[in-house]
């Protein structure tokens, strides 16, 4: 599986010129698997970072209850996949970034 996703991996990578880059795959809600999700710090600040699928949906809630939504959690979108897509621990890192 992981031949098939890595030459659009390192395509995509290259061709925005990303420092890192994750590959994502469809997930379905509460699916034991980490998610890929975008965090955002009071000031603004974003990161794509991996949650853990035993904190995604409690995370979820208390973000929902703290904004007076409803707790709906990790729940499915229209298509019945998690809006959250699956992380399978396949990254590109731009090493050239980091090297001394």
């Given amino acids: ?3 098939r996703g890595v030459p659009a991996l390192l395509g995509n990578s290259a061709a ?3 420092d890192l880059n994750f590959c994502g795959i469809p997930r379905q809600p509460k699916e ?3 998610a890929l999700a975008t965090l955002t710090s009071p000031e603004g600040q974003q990161m794509v970072c991996n949650v853990e699928y035993n904190q995604l949906d409690p995370m979820l809630k208390t973000i929902q209850k703290a904004n007076g939504e409803e707790e709906m ?3 499915a ?3 019945g996949f998690s ?3 699956g992380n399978i621990n ?3 890192v731009g090493l ?3 090297a001394a």
Avoid: H, M, Q, T
Wanted: charged letters at 25%; aromatic letters at 12%.
């Fill in 1 to 3: 599986l992981s031949f």
């Fill in 16 to 18: 925005r010129d990303l």
């Fill in 32 to 34: 034991e698997i980490g």
């Fill in 73 to 75: 959690g990790d729940s």
């Fill in 77 to 79: 979108a229209e298509d």
């Fill in 83 to 85: 809006p959250y897509p």
């Fill in 90 to 92: 396949l990254l590109v």
């Fill in 96 to 98: 050239g970034n980091y």
